[in-house]
Structure formats: structure tokens, C-alpha cells
């Protein structure tokens, strides 16, 4: 079984700042994914960013970039020019990637990000 | 294209009843997936469905269940309701059984009385 733990429960950060949100991941699997995801006060989930186990280079989405460090089971979020729409819990989520997994997400317990003007 | 619908938004049942929850996946997508959210217990993977089969099945009790129609759409059980069964109840859709990304519909909010 896959456990994804997020060590920060809350965080605050500056308008336009830069933030790093961290996740590790314990796995025997060898090909994955994962995914931080970000759930705003509206409860709605919405995709962040996604990453390939077999990809060394990490994932990029316009602000939004992560370390992934597959060795070290880390994957780290960092959020540059923080805005004010970026308040929201971020969740890590591991997705196993086989034939027979199916399409299951394991999640972290979040991390709350406050941004403040 | 319309992201994924799920009805109704918000409900209020008490204990021994049983509720029926309602997931629209995107046009195109053929995997549900079903998540509880409890302040408790984070979220919990309950069940997937593509094809109109079960492929996965998280650790819930029985009274947890749900079902996959021929046109992709979901729909959830949950008989004999339990105080504990108050949560948020999100939906995500995927393109097939190895789409790797979910994405998810707004949820139901769920309060047992």
C-alpha cells in the first residue's frame, strides 16, 4: 500500500512571494504518478500539476513547479509570484500506473496555503 | 466541454435512511471514481467504474455502493445512514482505465442527522 504524507498542516505566504509546499510518499511501485491538487474554499478540486515517475525533469505549469526527488520519495509544490487566488488547501496525491490499477488516487492529509496582500 | 456534474449538491438525511448520490462524468470519459472527505479522515478512495464494472474497491463498509450506467454516468449508494457517513462525496472522471488524471466534479455535501 502507498502513503502520502504532507508534514505542513498550514502555511502563510506574502502576495507575489515564492512558497515551497512539501509531500513524501512511501511506495514499493517503480512506475507512478503524481499530483498536486488544489481544492479553494468553493470545495471544487482542480488540477495543479502532474508528474511521471519515469520523467526526470520536473513538471512545470506556469507558476506552479515541483522537485520531485524519486530517490528521496519527495515531491515538493513551490508557487512563485503567490496571488491571492492561490488560498486553498493543496493536496499530494500518488496514482499507481499499471494495467490493473485502475485510476486510484492516494492523497496526503493537505496543506492549508494562506495568501496574504 | 461541461466538467464533471454531480446532483445534488447538498442533502440532509437522518440515521437509517439510505441516500443515492449522482455523478455525470466528462463528455468522452469512461472511468468514475468515487472519494469521501471527512475532516477525520482526509479523503478516501471509495470505488472506481469504467465499463460499467467495478475495477477498484476502497476499504468501506458494504453498505457502500454504487453502480455505472451504459452512457459513463454514476451513481453511489449508501444504506442505513450513519452520523459518520456526514461527508463531502467528490466524483472524478478519467478518459479510460489508464488515463492517469482524474478530474473531479464539485461534490455532494452529505449531513446525517
Known amino acids: 500500500a502507498q502513503t502520502v504524507t504532507q508534514s505542513q498542516p498550514e502555511m502563510s505566504v506574502q502576495e507575489a512571494e515564492t512558497v515551497t509546499l512539501s509531500c513524501t510518499y512511501d511506495t514499493s511501485e517503480s512506475n507512478y504518478y503524481l499530483f498536486w491538487y488544489k481544492q479553494p474554499p468553493s470545495r471544487q478540486m482542480i488540477l495543479v500539476i502532474r508528474q511521471e515517475a519515469y520523467k526526470q525533469q520536473n513538471a512545470t505549469e506556469n507558476r506552479f513547479s515541483v522537485n520531485f526527488q524519486k530517490a528521496a520519495k519527495s515531491f515538493s509544490l513551490k508557487i512563485s509570484d503567490s496571488q491571492l487566488g492561490d488560498t486553498a488547501m493543496y493536496f499530494c496525491?500518488?496514482?499507481?500506473?499499471?494495467?490493473?490499477?485502475?485510476?486510484?488516487?492516494?492523497f496526503g492529509g493537505g496543506t492549508r496555503l494562506m495568501v496574504k496582500p | 466541454k461541461a466538467g464533471v456534474t454531480q446532483t445534488p449538491r447538498y442533502l440532509i438525511k437522518t440515521r437509517g435512511q439510505q441516500v443515492t448520490l449522482s455523478c455525470s462524468p466528462i463528455?468522452?470519459?469512461?472511468?468514475v471514481s468515487w472519494y469521501q472527505q471527512t475532516p477525520g479522515q482526509g479523503l478516501q478512495f471509495l470505488f472506481e467504474?469504467?465499463?460499467?464494472?467495478?475495477?477498484n474497491k476502497g476499504n468501506f463498509p458494504g453498505r457502500f455502493s454504487g453502480r455505472q450506467f451504459s452512457n459513463s454516468r454514476s451513481e453511489m449508494n449508501v444504506s442505513t445512514l450513519e452520523l459518520g457517513d456526514s461527508a463531502l462525496y467528490l466524483c472524478?472522471?478519467?478518459?479510460?482505465?489508464?488515463?492517469?488524471?482524474?478530474?473531479f466534479g464539485p461534490g455532494t455535501r452529505l449531513t446525517v442527522l
Open positions: 467504474y469504467f465499463s460499467e464494472t467495478q475495477r
Open positions: 463528455s468522452g470519459h469512461r472511468s
Open positions: 496525491a500518488f496514482m499507481k500506473r499499471s494495467n490493473n490499477a485502475g485510476n486510484m488516487l492516494t
Open positions: 472524478a472522471s478519467s478518459p479510460g482505465p489508464l488515463a492517469n488524471t482524474q478530474y
